[in-house]
Protein backbone atom coordinates (compact mmCIF):
# COMPACT_ATOMS: atom_id res chain seq x y z
CA UNK A 1 0.00 0.00 0.00
CA UNK A 2 1.63 3.34 -0.89
CA UNK A 3 1.95 5.98 1.54
CA UNK A 4 0.64 8.90 -0.26
CA UNK A 5 -2.92 6.31 -1.22
CA UNK A 6 -3.01 5.46 2.63
CA UNK A 7 -2.39 8.95 3.74
CA UNK A 8 -5.23 10.71 1.38
CA UNK A 9 -8.03 8.02 3.09
CA UNK A 10 -6.51 7.65 6.66
CA UNK A 11 -9.74 9.21 7.95
CA UNK A 12 -12.04 6.66 6.08
CA UNK A 13 -13.46 3.22 8.02
CA UNK A 14 -12.15 -0.05 6.59
CA UNK A 15 -14.23 -0.58 3.86
CA UNK A 16 -14.38 2.71 2.98
CA UNK A 17 -11.08 2.90 2.76
CA UNK A 18 -10.45 -0.81 1.14
CA UNK A 19 -13.22 0.54 -1.55
CA UNK A 20 -11.45 3.50 -2.09
CA UNK A 21 -7.56 1.48 -2.76
CA UNK A 22 -9.61 -1.22 -4.98
CA UNK A 23 -11.09 1.40 -6.97
CA UNK A 24 -7.62 3.25 -7.46
CA UNK A 25 -5.74 -0.33 -8.08
CA UNK A 26 -8.09 -0.69 -10.91
CA UNK A 27 -7.81 2.85 -12.54
CA UNK A 28 -3.93 1.74 -12.84
CA UNK A 29 -4.24 -0.85 -14.42
CA UNK A 30 -6.53 0.89 -17.03
CA UNK A 31 -4.22 3.36 -17.68
CA UNK A 32 -1.36 1.66 -17.52
CA UNK A 33 -3.08 -1.00 -20.73
CA UNK A 34 -1.71 -3.94 -18.50
CA UNK A 35 -5.10 -5.60 -19.33
CA UNK A 36 -4.34 -6.44 -22.91
CA UNK A 37 -3.41 -10.20 -23.78
CA UNK A 38 -0.15 -9.07 -25.14
CA UNK A 39 1.17 -7.72 -21.50
CA UNK A 40 2.94 -10.07 -19.29
CA UNK A 41 0.15 -9.11 -17.37
CA UNK A 42 1.86 -8.18 -13.76
CA UNK A 43 -0.95 -7.56 -11.29
CA UNK A 44 -2.01 -11.76 -12.24
CA UNK A 45 1.89 -12.57 -11.17
CA UNK A 46 1.86 -10.74 -8.14
CA UNK A 47 -1.70 -12.02 -6.89
CA UNK A 48 -0.52 -15.36 -7.63
CA UNK A 49 2.82 -14.89 -5.74
CA UNK A 50 1.19 -13.40 -2.52
CA UNK A 51 -1.71 -16.22 -2.53
CA UNK A 52 1.32 -18.55 -2.91
CA UNK A 53 3.19 -17.18 0.22
CA UNK A 54 0.20 -17.07 2.42
CA UNK A 55 -0.31 -20.51 1.48
CA UNK A 56 2.48 -21.79 2.50
CA UNK A 57 4.77 -21.65 -0.94
CA UNK A 58 3.10 -23.77 -3.66
CA UNK A 59 2.71 -23.11 -6.96
CA UNK A 60 -0.69 -20.43 -7.90
CA UNK A 61 -2.62 -20.06 -11.42
CA UNK A 62 -5.17 -17.13 -11.34
CA UNK A 63 -7.83 -18.51 -13.10
CA UNK A 64 -11.66 -16.76 -14.19
CA UNK A 65 -13.26 -19.11 -11.67
CA UNK A 66 -13.27 -21.53 -9.26
CA UNK A 67 -15.45 -23.76 -11.25
CA UNK A 68 -13.40 -23.24 -13.82
CA UNK A 69 -9.92 -24.47 -11.35
CA UNK A 70 -12.08 -27.60 -11.06
CA UNK A 71 -12.57 -28.52 -14.88
CA UNK A 72 -9.00 -27.52 -15.40
CA UNK A 73 -7.73 -30.07 -12.50
CA UNK A 74 -9.93 -33.15 -13.52
CA UNK A 75 -8.71 -32.34 -17.51
CA UNK A 76 -5.05 -32.13 -16.21
CA UNK A 77 -5.31 -35.28 -14.33
CA UNK A 78 -6.03 -37.11 -17.43
CA UNK A 79 -9.83 -37.64 -16.27
CA UNK A 80 -11.97 -38.49 -19.19
CA UNK A 81 -15.12 -40.50 -20.38
CA UNK A 82 -16.15 -43.87 -18.41
CA UNK A 83 -14.10 -42.73 -15.07
CA UNK A 84 -15.20 -41.80 -11.88
CA UNK A 85 -14.87 -39.35 -9.58
CA UNK A 86 -16.48 -39.58 -5.92
CA UNK A 87 -17.96 -36.49 -4.45
CA UNK A 88 -19.73 -35.04 -1.87
CA UNK A 89 -23.92 -35.73 -1.96
CA UNK A 90 -24.03 -32.01 -0.53
CA UNK A 91 -22.10 -28.81 -2.00
CA UNK A 92 -23.12 -26.35 -4.41
CA UNK A 93 -23.31 -27.61 -8.54
CA UNK A 94 -20.03 -27.08 -9.75
CA UNK A 95 -18.13 -29.48 -7.22
CA UNK A 96 -20.15 -32.65 -8.97
CA UNK A 97 -20.85 -30.78 -12.54
CA UNK A 98 -17.02 -30.20 -13.35
CA UNK A 99 -16.61 -34.73 -13.60
CA UNK A 100 -19.25 -34.90 -16.47
CA UNK A 101 -17.79 -31.74 -18.54
CA UNK A 102 -14.26 -33.50 -18.43
CA UNK A 103 -16.81 -36.91 -19.72
CA UNK A 104 -16.19 -38.87 -16.22
CA UNK A 105 -19.13 -39.97 -13.92
CA UNK A 106 -19.83 -38.02 -10.41
CA UNK A 107 -20.42 -41.02 -8.09
CA UNK A 108 -22.24 -39.52 -4.50
CA UNK A 109 -20.70 -39.94 -1.27
CA UNK A 110 -22.84 -39.09 2.31
CA UNK A 111 -21.78 -36.34 4.24
CA UNK A 112 -20.98 -36.03 8.29
CA UNK A 113 -23.05 -33.50 10.08
CA UNK A 114 -20.72 -32.21 12.06
CA UNK A 115 -18.67 -30.31 9.31
CA UNK A 116 -21.22 -31.20 6.07
CA UNK A 117 -17.92 -32.60 4.51
CA UNK A 118 -17.49 -35.70 2.74
CA UNK A 119 -17.72 -38.74 4.84
CA UNK A 120 -14.14 -40.67 4.65
CA UNK A 121 -16.01 -43.68 5.86
CA UNK A 122 -18.03 -43.80 2.98
CA UNK A 123 -15.93 -43.11 0.17
CA UNK A 124 -14.09 -46.10 0.03
CA UNK A 125 -17.16 -48.18 -0.72
CA UNK A 126 -17.63 -46.27 -3.71
CA UNK A 127 -14.36 -47.24 -4.82
CA UNK A 128 -14.19 -49.29 -8.24
CA UNK A 129 -11.71 -50.12 -10.90
CA UNK A 130 -13.14 -47.14 -12.84
CA UNK A 131 -12.09 -44.79 -10.06
CA UNK A 132 -9.86 -41.97 -10.60
CA UNK A 133 -10.36 -38.87 -7.81
CA UNK A 134 -11.98 -37.98 -4.59
CA UNK A 135 -13.09 -34.32 -4.82
CA UNK A 136 -13.55 -32.93 -1.24
CA UNK A 137 -15.91 -29.62 -0.63
CA UNK A 138 -14.52 -27.30 2.67
CA UNK A 139 -18.22 -26.29 2.92
CA UNK A 140 -19.31 -22.77 4.96
CA UNK A 141 -15.50 -22.04 5.52
CA UNK A 142 -15.44 -25.07 7.81
CA UNK A 143 -12.12 -27.81 6.51
CA UNK A 144 -13.31 -31.07 5.96
CA UNK A 145 -12.46 -32.69 9.36
CA UNK A 146 -12.33 -36.24 7.26
CA UNK A 147 -9.14 -34.88 5.60
CA UNK A 148 -6.12 -37.41 7.01
CA UNK A 149 -8.79 -40.43 6.32
CA UNK A 150 -9.19 -39.49 2.72
CA UNK A 151 -5.64 -38.76 2.10
CA UNK A 152 -4.93 -42.25 3.71
CA UNK A 153 -7.80 -43.96 1.38
CA UNK A 154 -6.49 -42.10 -1.67
CA UNK A 155 -3.12 -43.49 -1.66
CA UNK A 156 -4.35 -46.86 -0.88
CA UNK A 157 -6.44 -46.99 -3.98
CA UNK A 158 -3.87 -44.22 -6.15
CA UNK A 159 -6.57 -41.83 -6.46
CA UNK A 160 -6.18 -37.98 -7.01
CA UNK A 161 -7.40 -35.67 -3.73
CA UNK A 162 -8.85 -32.38 -5.06
CA UNK A 163 -9.73 -29.78 -2.39
CA UNK A 164 -13.07 -27.50 -3.70
CA UNK A 165 -12.14 -24.98 -1.34
CA UNK A 166 -14.42 -22.31 -2.62
CA UNK A 167 -16.14 -21.24 0.31
CA UNK A 168 -12.65 -21.50 2.58
CA UNK A 169 -9.56 -19.62 1.91
CA UNK A 170 -7.99 -18.71 4.54
CA UNK A 171 -9.22 -21.53 7.14
CA UNK A 172 -6.54 -23.96 8.37
CA UNK A 173 -6.69 -27.80 9.55
CA UNK A 174 -4.46 -29.76 11.28
CA UNK A 175 -2.79 -33.05 9.33
CA UNK A 176 -0.16 -35.05 11.22
CA UNK A 177 0.60 -32.10 13.71
CA UNK A 178 0.88 -29.53 11.29
CA UNK A 179 -1.35 -26.39 10.67
CA UNK A 180 -2.00 -26.59 6.64
CA UNK A 181 -4.49 -24.01 4.78
CA UNK A 182 -7.57 -25.79 2.67
CA UNK A 183 -6.77 -26.40 -0.48
CA UNK A 184 -2.48 -27.25 -0.31
CA UNK A 185 -3.23 -30.57 1.24
CA UNK A 186 -4.76 -33.10 -1.52
CA UNK A 187 -2.99 -32.84 -5.16
CA UNK A 188 -4.84 -30.01 -6.55
CA UNK A 189 -6.63 -26.84 -4.27
CA UNK A 190 -9.22 -25.00 -5.97
CA UNK A 191 -10.14 -21.54 -4.99
CA UNK A 192 -13.23 -18.77 -5.37
CA UNK A 193 -13.04 -15.31 -5.05
CA UNK A 194 -16.41 -14.75 -7.05
CA UNK A 195 -18.45 -11.80 -5.36
CA UNK A 196 -20.51 -13.71 -2.81
CA UNK A 197 -17.08 -15.28 -1.11
CA UNK A 198 -15.40 -13.32 1.97
CA UNK A 199 -12.61 -12.49 0.22
CA UNK A 200 -13.70 -11.33 -3.32
CA UNK A 201 -13.11 -9.81 -6.52
CA UNK A 202 -15.52 -7.49 -8.46
CA UNK A 203 -17.14 -9.81 -10.82
CA UNK A 204 -15.37 -13.44 -10.58
CA UNK A 205 -12.02 -14.93 -9.96
CA UNK A 206 -10.63 -18.11 -9.00
CA UNK A 207 -7.13 -19.95 -8.46
CA UNK A 208 -5.16 -23.27 -8.54
CA UNK A 209 -3.21 -24.18 -6.21
CA UNK A 210 -0.39 -27.20 -7.74
CA UNK A 211 0.56 -29.32 -4.74
CA UNK A 212 1.38 -31.51 -7.26
CA UNK A 213 3.75 -30.10 -9.20
CA UNK A 214 4.06 -32.75 -12.09
CA UNK A 215 0.92 -31.15 -12.89
CA UNK A 216 1.63 -27.52 -13.10
CA UNK A 217 2.78 -27.24 -16.95
CA UNK A 218 -0.33 -28.94 -17.96
CA UNK A 219 -2.48 -26.72 -15.62
CA UNK A 220 -0.68 -23.38 -16.55
CA UNK A 221 -1.03 -23.90 -20.79
CA UNK A 222 -5.01 -24.93 -20.46
CA UNK A 223 -5.84 -21.69 -18.66
CA UNK A 224 -4.47 -19.81 -21.88
CA UNK A 225 -5.69 -21.66 -24.99
CA UNK A 226 -2.96 -24.63 -24.66
CA UNK A 227 0.04 -22.62 -26.15
CA UNK A 228 3.30 -23.21 -24.72
CA UNK A 229 4.97 -20.42 -26.68
CA UNK A 230 2.26 -17.90 -27.91
CA UNK A 231 1.25 -18.31 -31.80
CA UNK A 232 3.84 -21.24 -32.46
CA UNK A 233 3.37 -24.02 -29.74
CA UNK A 234 0.20 -25.39 -28.65
CA UNK A 235 0.85 -28.96 -27.70
CA UNK A 236 -2.91 -28.77 -25.46
CA UNK A 237 -5.82 -28.12 -26.16
CA UNK A 238 -7.37 -24.81 -23.52
CA UNK A 239 -9.55 -22.56 -23.86
CA UNK A 240 -8.88 -18.22 -22.79
CA UNK A 241 -10.30 -18.52 -18.61
CA UNK A 242 -6.45 -17.18 -17.34
CA UNK A 243 -7.75 -14.51 -14.42
CA UNK A 244 -7.76 -10.43 -15.56
CA UNK A 245 -5.58 -8.01 -14.66
CA UNK A 246 -8.62 -5.71 -13.11
CA UNK A 247 -9.77 -8.49 -11.07
CA UNK A 248 -5.86 -9.43 -9.77
CA UNK A 249 -5.37 -6.00 -9.31
CA UNK A 250 -8.47 -5.76 -6.79
CA UNK A 251 -7.91 -8.68 -4.84
CA UNK A 252 -4.43 -7.62 -4.23
CA UNK A 253 -5.45 -4.08 -2.64
CA UNK A 254 -7.86 -5.85 -0.80
CA UNK A 255 -5.03 -8.55 0.62
CA UNK A 256 -3.91 -6.61 3.45
CA UNK A 257 -7.91 -5.94 5.06
CA UNK A 258 -8.03 -10.18 4.62
CA UNK A 259 -7.26 -10.90 8.68
CA UNK A 260 -9.53 -8.47 9.69
CA UNK A 261 -12.65 -9.15 7.85
CA UNK A 262 -11.89 -12.56 9.03
CA UNK A 263 -11.43 -11.18 12.66
CA UNK A 264 -14.80 -9.44 12.02
CA UNK A 265 -16.54 -12.23 11.18
CA UNK A 266 -15.47 -14.49 13.66
CA UNK A 267 -16.95 -11.97 16.06
CA UNK A 268 -20.35 -12.00 14.67
CA UNK A 269 -20.28 -15.57 14.58
CA UNK A 270 -19.53 -15.80 18.01
CA UNK A 271 -22.11 -12.95 18.60
CA UNK A 272 -24.99 -15.58 17.02
CA UNK A 273 -24.07 -18.45 18.87
CA UNK A 274 -24.25 -16.81 21.96
CA UNK A 275 -27.36 -15.24 21.58
CA UNK A 276 -28.88 -18.26 19.97
CA UNK A 277 -27.49 -21.14 22.33
CA UNK A 278 -30.45 -22.92 24.03
CA UNK A 279 -33.06 -21.47 21.66
CA UNK A 280 -36.09 -23.81 20.69
CA UNK A 281 -33.83 -27.09 18.67
CA UNK A 282 -31.38 -25.32 17.23
CA UNK A 283 -28.22 -26.75 16.26
CA UNK A 284 -25.71 -24.37 15.35
CA UNK A 285 -22.90 -24.81 14.19
CA UNK A 286 -19.22 -24.73 15.80
CA UNK A 287 -15.70 -24.54 14.73
CA UNK A 288 -14.13 -28.63 14.74
CA UNK A 289 -11.43 -29.62 16.60
CA UNK A 290 -8.49 -29.28 15.30
CA UNK A 291 -9.65 -26.56 12.71
CA UNK A 292 -9.63 -22.87 12.39
CA UNK A 293 -13.04 -22.57 10.31
CA UNK A 294 -13.93 -18.77 8.41
CA UNK A 295 -17.68 -17.97 8.77
CA UNK A 296 -18.02 -17.90 5.27
CA UNK A 297 -22.42 -19.06 6.24
CA UNK A 298 -23.62 -19.35 10.04
CA UNK A 299 -25.68 -22.69 9.06
CA UNK A 300 -28.31 -23.70 11.81
CA UNK A 301 -30.17 -26.95 11.85
CA UNK A 302 -33.67 -27.14 12.94
CA UNK A 303 -36.95 -29.19 12.50
CA UNK A 304 -38.83 -26.03 11.88
CA UNK A 305 -36.84 -24.84 8.70
CA UNK A 306 -39.11 -22.96 6.57
CA UNK A 307 -41.32 -21.26 9.51
CA UNK A 308 -38.01 -20.10 10.52
CA UNK A 309 -36.89 -19.01 7.41
CA UNK A 310 -40.21 -17.31 6.72
CA UNK A 311 -39.91 -15.42 9.77
CA UNK A 312 -35.97 -14.35 8.88
CA UNK A 313 -37.67 -13.12 5.74
CA UNK A 314 -40.21 -10.72 7.12
CA UNK A 315 -37.61 -9.42 9.97
CA UNK A 316 -35.31 -8.75 6.79
CA UNK A 317 -37.17 -5.82 5.58
CA UNK A 318 -35.77 -4.00 8.74
CA UNK A 319 -32.58 -5.72 8.97
CA UNK A 320 -30.98 -5.02 4.78
CA UNK A 321 -28.18 -6.94 6.00
CA UNK A 322 -29.46 -10.02 7.05
CA UNK A 323 -29.96 -12.13 4.28
CA UNK A 324 -31.81 -15.62 5.09
CA UNK A 325 -31.54 -18.39 2.49
CA UNK A 326 -31.45 -22.46 2.66
CA UNK A 327 -27.73 -23.83 1.49
CA UNK A 328 -28.19 -26.06 -0.24
CA UNK A 329 -32.24 -27.41 -1.00
CA UNK A 330 -31.57 -30.38 -2.83
CA UNK A 331 -28.42 -32.54 -2.32
CA UNK A 332 -26.61 -32.95 -5.46
CA UNK A 333 -27.49 -36.50 -6.41
CA UNK A 334 -31.23 -35.36 -7.26
CA UNK A 335 -30.39 -33.31 -10.24
CA UNK A 336 -31.58 -33.82 -13.30
CA UNK A 337 -28.44 -33.67 -14.81
CA UNK A 338 -26.73 -36.19 -13.07
CA UNK A 339 -29.46 -38.94 -14.19
CA UNK A 340 -31.93 -39.20 -10.94
CA UNK A 341 -31.00 -42.63 -10.36
CA UNK A 342 -31.17 -42.06 -6.51
CA UNK A 343 -34.39 -41.83 -4.20
CA UNK A 344 -35.31 -40.08 -0.92
CA UNK A 345 -33.46 -41.65 1.90
CA UNK A 346 -30.62 -42.84 -0.11
CA UNK A 347 -28.14 -39.80 2.00
Request: charged share 20%; net charge positive; with cysteine.
Amino acid sequence: MSPSIYTKHKNSSPRALEEALVKEAICRVIDRKTYRASTEQPQVIAFEEAISRYLGGSPVLGVNSCTEALIFALRAAGINRGDEVIVPALSFISTASCVPWVGANPVFADIRTEDCAIDATKVEEKITSKSKAIIVAHLYGQPAIGMEAILRVAKEHSLLVIEDAAQSFGAQIKIDGKWKFVGTIGDLGCLSFSSTKHFAAPGNAGAIVVNNRGLYDELDRTRFYGGRILYRDYPTVGISAKLHEVQAAALIAKFPFLNQWLEHRIRIAEYYTHHLYGVGDLILPSECSDTKRVWYRYVVRTKKRDALLNHLKELSSAWPHLEPAINYPVPLPYFSAFGQKYGRGDF
